[in-house]
T-cell receptor, first 114, second 118 residues
């Protein structure tokens, strides 16, 4: 079975704080892909990153960074120096090598207060 | 970049009527489209996968006679909620995938449709 778990339902931080959103996944596939999406209040899904299972290199993009640990089946997302505009629901998702459908985690609602 | 247009963005309908939601890929051919449903403060639940020219594959627990999906062309898929009831009120969002999966790593999402059944 494939599953994505985002244990943090809601996180509230004050602007300029760093915040890490956790994502743990389960899959029996040897090849798979992991994604992070941002969903602002307007509802659309904004693509943030994709990671292949065979590439464990961490990635940094501006204030965003991702830590992929295959040994613990985790793909955590860190926002450095958070801003109010970062307030949104963030989803971690898993795509198996078969079928192509995305399995989403429960989402973490991040609230950044000024 | 790739764009998926989803209409309408909001719709209110009376109980017992049917509502059609359209999802169009504007600048690429979507060989596969996915339809998701999202309840308030909940995750996106995959309802069905549709491939152009063939019947949709529904996830377990999704009533295919209630949620009719048509993917008649490479740029258009529609979801029709038939005989809508208040419990069908939700946020519906589509995702289009191009043949090679090269655009947005294979997934471009529509902006969603908020359905309210009264």
């Amino acid at each position: 079975a494939q599953k994505v778990t985002q244990a943090q339902t809601e996180i509230s931080v004050v602007e300029k704080e760093d915040v890490t959103l956790d994502c743990v996944y389960e899959t029996r596939d040897t090849t798979y892909y992991l994604f992070w999406y941002k969903q602002p209040p307007s509802g659309e899904l904004v693509f943030l990153i994709r990671r292949n299972s065979f590439d464990e290199q961490n990635e940094i993009s501006g204030r965003y960074s991702w830590n992929f640990q295959k040994s613990t089946s985790s793909f955590n997302f860190t926002i450095t120096a958070s801003q109010v505009v970062d307030s949104a629901v963030y989803f971690c998702a898993l795509r198996s090598n078969q079928g192509g459908k995305l399995i989403f985690g429960q989402g973490t609602e991040l609230s950044v207060k000024p | 970049g790739a764009v998926v247009s989803q209409h309408p963005s909001r719709v209110i309908c009376k109980s017992g009527t049917s509502v059609k939601i359209e999802c169009r890929s504007l600048d690429f051919q979507a060989t596969t489209m996915f339809w998701y449903r999202q309840f308030p403060k909940k995750s996106l639940m995959l309802m069905a996968t549709s491939n152009e020219g063939s019947k949709a594959t529904y996830e377990q627990g999704v009533e295919k006679d209630k949620f009719l999906i048509n993917h008649a062309s490479l740029t258009l898929s529609t979801l029709t909620v038939t005989s809508a009831h208040p419990e069908d009120s939700s946020f519906y969002i589509c995702s289009a995938r191009d043949f090679l999966g090269d655009i947005n790593y294979g997934y471009t999402f529509g902006s969603g449709t908020r359905l309210t059944v009264v």
